[in-house]
């Protein structure tokens, strides 16, 4: 590897987005365009009696309107479920499809009802005050463990207790046995509380069909433009996929929300064939709220056993995990195969089981939400850990350090074998620890904590120490699970005539920096500049079938489809300059952008060689002009980050307000490409983890309203709540990608919450308090102080 | 995120602004810094035929001395207001306030005038507007009044302003120089408006406390002075015990909300933890 690699290059999209310059879905227009405005129902659960469209249909400017039976009869079904999870006898999940628009009933406050379409938003919004709904509303079930009971509201007719698969993973007689045989056993339940991703752009989509060439185009606000397309074409519309092109343009975070395929991507495409206009839907704030899929909602009894030693001998857990009112594109994977899957945590523990139920309710539909299951899995982990410490008068550093999987590289050493059906890559997590208590000063802190507590002062340590599965995924193993999809990823690399690159890749950027981080390994590899190095993404049209960018997958997968492309020019570079050089392939050597004949001053360039392979009148033999590679890269197996936090909070006993005083991370995501760009990541991951801990949470009343639908109420961090993160590094590098990356996306807001939540225990142990839902709202920290340890 | 339709004026004059007021009644808002005024529009929970821009009109927009009396036009921002030096050497509890609120951008946009107009039970400036004792200047079709801050506020959203009035003027006495004051809010996590807001005004002489003046906000529907803390640390020597001893009379009688963020208890809680922070601030 040359410099370029490991060093902080400055972010190269930044300049067109600090300066407003960035072409985001709803900065773009087309020729007669129209505008969609989406009538929701203000109800969670409610039939619909009747609809009158007629005023509306007439108003002034008004191109269409178009209710749920106008799709169904069209013989569009809805938008489908991209992940399988059955019941544990064998029957296939509940999966009813999320219509376009609801015909007879809607299931969640914000489902669309009616489609409203004009020439203008201010129009459309207008006439859709003209539409008449008449409802009738039903009662409604927001909570996952109630809509399991009997006499509960169904959301689906035809699916009894509101469920839609149970599962279970690990050896349940083992692990009975080992609770049957324990010293002590901690119990925690706790509420995973929803929470809401708040992208900072709202979704946008614009459908255009055009009748000249039976061309469908879609801009939408995506993370995964090819899946979006597939879905659209082969299982929603009907659509053949070749004639539909998937644009997503400069996109303003996703956090997971803009994965999925939603129902307003395929009406707008539906509108526009029906129509022969574009249109254009995009989602107010107040729509987001309630459209766009949240995250988490777990409600989890989970046991952990120990021996006298206090070694882990045993874990259990049952968790109901809210689904909303339909599944999303990957929501059942969350709650099972990326959250009971990540049981095992750093530890030993021998004996695992694990059981889910995923369940129906009259809210929003959740899914995958940064971090996706793992941050459920630390939580459920690393709150058990220190309850336990705790109770068990055990230091929680100690604790863990005792009961942590011994070193391995995965080359010399094999990966770690789970109980709970993952093999891990490589690992060294007793110095990510002890760094990370390094920069706390753990020791003194102690001391520290003693004496505050002497004057009236509740300060709190909290730990958290985290695995996460990235890189997703080996395509066989993820089909084993029931991904109705590949998880790959494809590259190309195109050498232009002057030796500049174009690179296409099948990843999506929405944040995370890939025009920066992948031209540095291209630019790396091949001896380049930075700035010689285009990273072109987002177009179905332009880049190969790719799978998008989640789960901390680009670079760990999308990097490694780069490495292999650019190895084959390389390969070939090779034949074409031996060929100028008169030399053997055997004898050059390539660094620094020249290929040079070992030991001799005779070389060639990268450029040279580049204007040789598309003016190949000196050649060689029988090889094709060009040079310019694909690649499909398939995972190996999946990456494991990990790391531990520390969270230092103050709590002032007069409000029960929680300050954080300090949070230090030390991550371990393998090797890293551009230092400040992990960083970045990790300090937005902390941001949004100590969020859920201190700050966010969906709050439904009985009726099925989202009380805090709005900034005005919904609690989003600010940079202002936090101290300044002091982040650190081990590496470990991935021993089955070519680059030893392992993945930075989401280990942030993995590790961090329970950190947070820990040290806010440590603080109030004088008060006997032992567990607290999150957010810890300041109320809820001063009731539980003036409780005696009654909560 | 869009508005119905209205029509936009842009009057020049307060005389202007209260002619096209007249003309058109109740399908008319009268819009200042416009930062609670266009989310609620654009939520549609307001829906005026007729908005009037009084934002521009130069001669509401000032901050003075005038004969004891410190005149701030109704149309000054709060930055403006906070970063006033006049402000802030003669009555640091108005600086305190309008600094408080928000973030850069509302306190560039938001005025004085257009806050205490709205009347949100949890704004930061009527707490103390209540505690300096301001007047609040209004013009209207037969001329001008004065309304005494403490008849100005009468409920939630509510205010003594007739609906053919816009404020032009907002007076706060200087107070003497051996007054100090405050005021202090615990933020509501989401919105950042007061939670609880307490205002604190303390004249002492010979080191006990001549005159109190202490105000809520984000406590009641409406901002409200607490006389019973007002009673209770006047005559006293300002020290802890003093202090917390007025402030656990705070909150007392009054209505009280209740929201997801704060019960009535903690609320109540959170008003006496902050009459005794405010009053330890004023005190120096």
Redesign the interface.
């Known amino acids: 590897m040359g410099s370029i690699i490991g060093s902080s290059v400055k972010r190269v999209e930044d300049k067109r987005f600090i300066t407003g310059k960035g072409n985001y879905t709803d900065d773009i227009q087309l020729q007669g365009m129209t505008y969609a405005y989406i009538i929701r129902s203000p109800f969670a659960h409610a039939k619909i009696l009747s609809i009158n469209t007629e005023e509306a249909k007439n108003a002034e400017g008004v191109v269409a309107v178009f209710t749920g039976k106008d799709i169904a009869d069209s013989g569009v079904g809805g938008v489908p479920c991209g992940w399988q999870v059955n019941f544990r006898n064998g029957d296939t999940m509940k999966e009813p499809l999320h219509p376009l628009l609801v015909v007879n009933k809607a299931r969640h406050q914000g489902d669309g009802v009616v489609m409203v379409i004009a020439e203008t938003k201010e129009i459309a919004k207008d006439a859709a005050e003209l539409v008449e709904i008449e409802y009738e509303e039903l009662p409604a079930v927001t909570d996952a463990k109630q809509a399991m009971e009997a006499g509960q509201p169904l959301v689906h007719d035809d699916c009894p207790n509101n469920l839609s698969f149970d599962w279970e993973l690990g050896d349940k007689a083992a692990t009975d046995a080992a609770f049957a045989n324990a010293h002590h056993v901690t119990t925690l339940e706790f509420t995973n509380q929803r929470v809401i991703p708040n992208a900072m752009e709202p979704r946008s989509a614009i459908g255009h069909f055009e009748p000249a060439t039976d061309k469908y185009t879609l801009y939408t606000t995506s993370q995964n433009p090819h899946l979006t397309r597939l879905l659209l074409s082969a299982f929603v519309l009907g659509l053949p996929e070749h004639k539909v092109r998937v644009v997503a343009p400069d996109v303003g975070g996703g956090f997971g929300s803009k994965i999925f395929h939603y129902a307003e991507e395929a009406l707008v495409i539906w509108a526009s064939k029906a129509l022969g206009v574009p249109i254009k839907w995009t989602a107010e704030r107040s729509e987001s709220f309630v459209t766009d899929a949240h995250g988490r909602d777990h409600v989890s009894k989970s046991e952990m056993a120990f021996d006298a030693d206090g070694k882990m001998i045993g874990l259990r857990s049952s968790t109901a995990a809210n689904m909303g009112a339909y599944l999303s594109t990957f929501a059942p994977a969350v709650p099972t195969y990326l959250h009971g899957t990540l049981l095992q945590g750093l530890y030993t523990t021998p004996a695992i089981y694990i059981e889910v139920y995923g369940v129906f309710t009259n809210t929003t539909a959740v899914d995958a939400y940064r971090g996706a299951g793992r941050p459920e899995a630390t939580y459920l982990l690393e709150r058990l850990i220190d309850k336990a410490a705790l109770e068990m008068n055990m230091d929680p550093a100690e604790l863990r350090i005792k009961n942590l999987i011994p070193p391995f590289d995965g080359v010399n050493q094999p990966g770690y074998e789970t109980k709970v059906a993952l093999t891990y890559d490589s690992g060294n997590y007793e110095p990510t620890i002890r760094r990370a208590m390094e920069m706390v000063g753990y020791e003194d802190f102690r001391k520290e904590q003693k004496e505050a507590r002497e004057n009236g002062k509740y300060l709190g340590i909290g730990f958290s120490a985290y695995i996460e599965a990235c890189g997703i995924a080996p395509s066989a193993v993820v089909g084993a699970l029931g991904a109705r999809a590949g998880l790959f990823e494809s590259a190309q690399v195109r050498i232009q005539p002057t030796g500049k690159v174009s690179v296409y890749v099948g990843s999506h950027s929405h944040g995370q920096g890939h025009e920066t981080t992948f031209a540095q390994i291209v630019a790396d590899k091949l001896g380049v500049g930075v700035e010689d190095v285009e990273i072109v993404h987002g177009d179905s049209e332009a880049v190969a079938f790719g799978m998008g960018t989640y789960g901390s997958r680009s670079l760990a997968v999308g990097g490694s489809a780069i490495v292999k492309s650019v190895e084959k020019v390389l390969e070939k570079g090779a034949k074409i300059a031996a060929h100028k050089l008169e030399a053997s392939e055997d004898d050059l050597e390539f660094a620094n952008g020249q290929w040079t004949v070992k030991g001799t001053d005779k070389s060639i360039g990268f450029g040279d060689v580049a204007l040789t392979a598309y003016v190949p009148h000196d050649y060689p033999q029988g090889l094709e002009p060009g040079l310019d590679f694909s690649s499909f890269y398939d995972p190996a197996n999946f990456t494991y980050p990990y790391g531990c936090h520390i969270c230092v909070v103050e709590i002032d006993p007069d409000t029960g307000k929680v300050e954080v005083k300090r949070f230090i991370a030390c991550d371990d995501v393998g090797n890293v490409i551009n230092p400040m760009i992990v960083d970045g990541q990790i300090h937005g991951g902390l941001a949004q983890g100590i969020g859920q801990a201190l700050l966010e949470g969906a709050i439904y009343d009985e009726s099925g309203q989202l009380l805090n639908a709005s900034y005005m109420d919904y609690a989003m961090p600010r940079a202002d709540d936090f101290p300044m993160f002091e982040t650190d590094r081990t590496v470990t590098p991935c021993p089955h990608n070519p680059l030893g990356v392992k993945g930075a996306g989401e280990a942030g807001c993995i590790g961090s919450t329970p950190a947070v939540v820990n040290a806010v225990m440590d603080a109030l142990s004088p008060f006997g308090i032992k567990d607290l839902e999150m957010p810890l709202t300041p109320e809820r920290v001063w009731r539980a102080m003036h409780s005696n340890g009654s909560n | 995120?869009?508005p119905?339709?209205f029509e936009y004026h842009r009057p020049a004059s307060v005389s202007e602004a209260l002619q096209l007021l007249q003309q058109y009644g109740e399908e008319a808002k009268i819009m200042s810094g416009g930062h609670s005024l266009l989310p609620s529009l654009k939520?549609r929970l307001s829906e005026p035929g007729h908005l009037i821009d009084i934002s521009r009109i130069s001669d509401l927009s000032y901050i003075r001395e005038e004969g004891g009396v410190i005149a701030i036009g109704a149309c000054s921002t709060h930055n403006a207001i906070g970063k006033s030096a006049l402000v802030q050497e003669k009555i640091p509890m108005i600086s305190q306030a309008a600094l408080a609120i928000g973030d850069v951008q509302v306190r560039n946009r938001g005025t004085l005038g257009g806050s205490i107009a709205h009347a949100d039970p949890a704004a930061d400036w009527p707490a103390s507007i209540l505690a300096s004792e301001a007047e609040i200047v209004v013009a209207g079709a037969n001329g001008t009044r004065n309304i005494a801050a403490g008849d100005f506020f009468t409920g939630i959203f509510m205010t003594a302003l007739e609906e053919n009035e816009i404020i032009t003027e907002i007076r706060i006495p200087i107070p003497p120089a051996n007054t100090h004051s405050a005021y202090l809010k615990?933020p509501q996590?989401?919105?950042r408006?007061a939670l609880v807001g307490c205002a604190v005004m303390i004249t002492r002489s010979n080191g006990s406390v001549e005159r109190a003046r202490v105000a809520f906000t984000g406590v009641s529907p409406s901002a409200f002075r607490d006389n019973a803390v007002e009673e209770a640390i006047t005559g006293q020597a300002v020290n802890a015990d003093s202090i917390k001893a007025a402030a656990d009379k705070a909150a007392e009688g009054v209505d009280i909300m209740s929201d997801?963020?704060?019960?009535q208890d903690?609320r109540k809680?959170?008003a006496k933890?902050y009459a005794k922070r405010a009053l330890m601030a004023a005190s120096n």
Request: charged content about 0%.
């Open positions: 995120m869009i119905s339709s939520l615990f996590p989401a919105s408006f997801h963020y704060a019960s903690y809680h959170l933890v």
